[in-house]
């Protein structure tokens, strides 16, 4: 067994700086020697494997196996969002106690060319986004500190932690971030990929709030990438993904919030509302400087025969309701109405009731300039090709359109700006997205095959109107996309010299082959 003082060893090369250019990676980088250098004998470790090697430097306390804990591994498989990943089989979980445990996995991975994956939330619909098959599923869930800095004007908030985590610790200083919106969807993933916020109009998506990431690189060094410090590193993380490193803590601006209290809530209408609801929405998009702390979100769904729009209003301080934007939809009649005055975390926590677990779920998006007709005409087309999926077990797709608002727009240029590739120019943005969840694999085909038609068909008449834009948000996008390419062939170029630089030997690319990839085509299927 490995003794203490040489664990230590090994743990402290996580928090080797980088002295030199070279000190993310010598050529070539030696992992056994590297890993040995700081105590490992791994002559000790009886068939050597990337599981066995954590469990014998961590415990076995911290590597669950389908046998011998197996309730463990079922306990934690089952946790995830969408079935599809729960259906994913690792060949063990590792619950890293720390960050610096994270380093170690790393370089273990590449020691003995272990794939892994790695989970924030688990909030991804599609089997790979944070579990993989016979690999290592690193789990981040002990890493939950939410840390303020003495003067309360930043907070560092580790991955383990979900949204609602987050919005319950600081609702008691009257603080906030710009975080996510629905309560379990974990810290990491959705800031890596974007992260749309109830205070984005305002202050811009959860990547454009971060002034400081902790991320352990390829050769297992922990670096701070700010925009002073390893800023292209820094500029790559604002919506790159999971290609640059693995983040142990994210530091965030923080924001006033008096009694931690937003306006929120949503209107259903029925289908002789849906002109008017239409145009409020269109109005409240292009309008948004009026009045930036209104947003929202505009569900188009069929209950049996019953067609409904649900409008997810909400507004980034109390008294929301009497908004000029959301004028238009309180003229609409509605026939039901939850919005209120909320506490942050208890909204989030009523949107989560409406993201049913343990089933199999999907997401599809693409972005297009916001224009009244093609809102109307993605609204038919999804309720015209929904009857094929009608037969299938337990389906319930629903459309659904996100603003991107000139504020948010705007926003993406603070701090040396962002990878999205979104400008002024193309704004406001409409994304046009197909969520839905169904019972069984046996229909996976079907919905998947649906999903493609609908957004195809209303990217094609974007395309015929000329308000198309190649921008998909990765935290909406199908494994059937090609998020990155998206992001434009100059931010892509970009992204790949600094992939290049911190990690030559690319272990992110294919030691963690979880989607998005630089420049991995889309999951085969693309053709659907």
Same mark, same amino acid.
């Given at each position: 067994?490995?003794?203490?003082?040489?664990?230590?060893?090994?743990?402290?090369?996580?928090?080797?700086a980088a002295a030199t250019e070279h000190a993310f990676e010598s050529s070539p980088f030696n992992v056994a020697k590297a890993?040995?250098?700081?105590?490992?004998?791994?002559?000790?470790?009886?068939?050597?494997?990337?599981?066995?090697?954590?469990? *014998?430097?961590? @415990?076995?306390? $911290? +590597?669950?196996? %389908?046998?011998?804990?197996?309730?463990?591994? !079922? /306990?934690?498989?089952?946790?995830?969002?969408?079935?599809?990943?729960?259906?994913?089989?690792?060949?063990?979980?590792?619950?890293?106690?720390?960050?610096?445990?994270?380093?170690?996995?790393?370089?273990?991975?590449?020691?003995?060319?272990?794939?892994?994956?790695?989970?924030?939330?688990?909030?991804?619909?599609?089997?790979?986004?944070? *579990?993989?098959? @016979?690999?290592? $599923? +690193?789990?981040? %869930?002990?890493?939950?500190?939410?840390?303020? !800095? /003495?003067?309360?004007?930043?907070?560092?908030?580790?991955?383990?932690?979900?949204?609602?985590?987050?919005?319950?610790?600081?609702?008691?200083?009257?603080?906030?971030?710009?975080?996510?919106?629905?309560?379990?969807?974990?810290?990491?993933?959705?800031?890596?990929?974007?992260?749309?916020?109830?205070?984005?109009?305002?202050?811009?998506?959860?990547?454009?709030?971060?002034?400081?990431?902790?991320?352990?690189?390829?050769?297992?060094?922990?670096?701070?990438?700010?925009?002073?410090?390893?800023?292209?590193?820094?500029?790559?993380?604002?919506?790159?993904?999971?290609?640059?490193?693995?983040?142990?803590?994210?530091?965030?601006?923080?924001?006033?919030?008096?009694?931690?209290?937003?306006?929120?809530?949503?209107?259903?209408?029925?289908?002789?509302?849906?002109?008017?609801?239409?145009?409020?929405?269109?109005?409240?998009?292009?309008?948004?400087?009026?009045?930036?702390?209104?947003?929202?979100?505009?569900?188009?769904?069929?209950?049996?025969?019953?067609?409904?729009?649900?409008?997810?209003?909400?507004?980034?301080?109390?008294?929301?309701?009497?908004?000029?934007?959301?004028?238009?939809?309180?003229?609409?009649?509605?026939?039901?109405?939850?919005?209120?005055?909320?506490?942050?975390?208890?909204?989030?926590?009523?949107?989560?009731?409406?993201?049913?677990?343990?089933?199999?779920?999907?997401?599809?998006?693409?972005?297009?300039?916001?224009?009244?007709?093609?809102?109307?005409?993605?609204?038919?087309?999804?309720?015209?090709?929904?009857?094929?999926?009608?037969?299938?077990?337990?389906?319930?797709?629903?459309?659904?359109?996100?603003?991107?608002?000139?504020?948010?727009?705007?926003?993406?240029?603070?701090?040396?700006?962002?990878?999205?590739?979104?400008?002024?120019?193309?704004?406001?943005?409409?994304?046009?997205?197909?969520?839905?969840?169904?019972?069984?694999?046996?229909?996976?085909?079907?919905?998947?095959?649906?999903?493609?038609?609908?957004?195809?068909?209303?990217?094609?008449?974007?395309?015929?109107?000329?308000?198309?834009?190649?921008?998909?948000?990765?935290n909406y996008g199908s494994k059937y996309q090609n998020v990155i390419?998206?992001?434009?062939?100059?931010?892509?170029?970009?992204?790949?010299?600094?992939?290049?630089?911190?990690?030559?030997?690319?272990?992110?690319?294919?030691?963690?082959?979880?989607?998005?990839?630089?420049?991995?085509?889309?999951?085969?299927?693309?053709?659907?």
């Amino acid at each position: 067994m490995i003794n203490a003082v040489r664990l230590a060893g090994l743990a402290a090369l996580a928090s080797v700086a980088a002295a030199t250019e070279h000190a993310f990676e010598s050529s070539p980088f030696n992992v056994a020697k590297a890993l040995r250098d700081h105590g490992v004998d791994f002559s000790k470790i009886p068939e050597l494997s990337g599981c066995r090697a954590l469990g *014998n430097v961590y @415990g076995d306390h $911290t +590597v669950y196996r %389908e046998s011998p804990n197996a309730t463990q591994y !079922s /306990d934690f498989t089952g946790k995830y969002w969408s079935k599809i990943q729960s259906d994913v089989d690792p060949h063990c979980i590792f619950v890293a106690p720390t960050a610096d445990s994270v380093s170690v996995m790393v370089l273990l991975s590449r020691l003995t060319q272990c794939p892994f994956a790695v989970k924030s939330g688990g909030h991804g619909a599609f089997a790979g986004a944070s *579990n993989i098959e @016979g690999g290592m $599923t +690193v789990s981040l %869930e002990m890493l939950r500190n939410v840390t303020l !800095s /003495d003067g309360k004007e930043t907070v560092v908030i580790q991955p383990g932690n979900t949204w609602s985590d987050v919005y319950t610790a600081l609702d008691k200083h009257e603080l906030t971030v710009t975080g996510g919106r629905v309560s379990s969807v974990g810290t990491g993933g959705l800031t890596l990929g974007g992260g749309i916020s109830f205070f984005s109009n305002l202050h811009g998506w959860a990547c454009d709030n971060v002034v400081r990431y902790e991320v352990i690189t390829a050769s297992g060094v922990k670096v701070d990438a700010t925009p002073t410090s390893h800023p292209d590193l820094y500029w790559a993380l604002r919506g790159g993904g999971n290609n640059f490193g693995i983040v142990t803590a994210f530091t965030f601006e923080t924001l006033p919030l008096p009694d931690a209290k937003i306006w929120g809530g949503s209107k259903t209408y029925l289908e002789a509302a849906f002109e008017d609801v239409e145009k409020a929405y269109h109005n409240l998009v292009v309008n948004s400087p009026q009045d930036p702390n209104a947003g929202m979100w505009l569900a188009w769904a069929q209950m049996d025969d019953l067609k409904v729009a649900v409008a997810e209003l909400y507004y980034a301080k109390p008294n929301g309701s009497e908004s000029t934007l959301f004028k238009g939809f309180n003229e609409a009649m509605a026939v039901e109405d939850t919005t209120k005055e909320r506490v942050v975390h208890e909204y989030t926590d009523l949107i989560e009731a409406s993201n049913r677990y343990d089933l199999r779920e999907l997401y599809w998006a693409i972005t297009a300039k916001a224009t009244l007709e093609l809102a109307t005409f993605a609204r038919n087309t999804f309720y015209e090709k929904r009857s094929a999926v009608s037969g299938v077990a337990g389906a319930d797709p629903v459309l659904i359109m996100h603003p991107i608002t000139e504020g948010q727009i705007e926003s993406m240029s603070k701090n040396g700006g962002n990878a999205l590739g979104v400008t002024p120019e193309d704004g406001p943005l409409y994304i046009i997205q197909i969520a839905s969840w169904w019972d069984d694999a046996e229909g996976d085909q079907a919905m998947y095959t649906f999903a493609s038609d609908v957004i195809s068909t209303v990217a094609a008449k974007a395309e015929e109107l000329g308000v198309d834009n190649d921008y998909v948000y990765m935290n909406y996008g199908s494994k059937y996309q090609n998020v990155i390419a998206s992001y434009g062939a100059e931010n892509v170029a970009k992204l790949n010299a600094i992939s290049k630089r911190y990690d030559p030997q690319a272990v992110f690319q294919k030691l963690q082959p979880g989607y998005f990839k630089l420049n991995r085509s889309p999951a085969p299927g693309s053709e659907l």
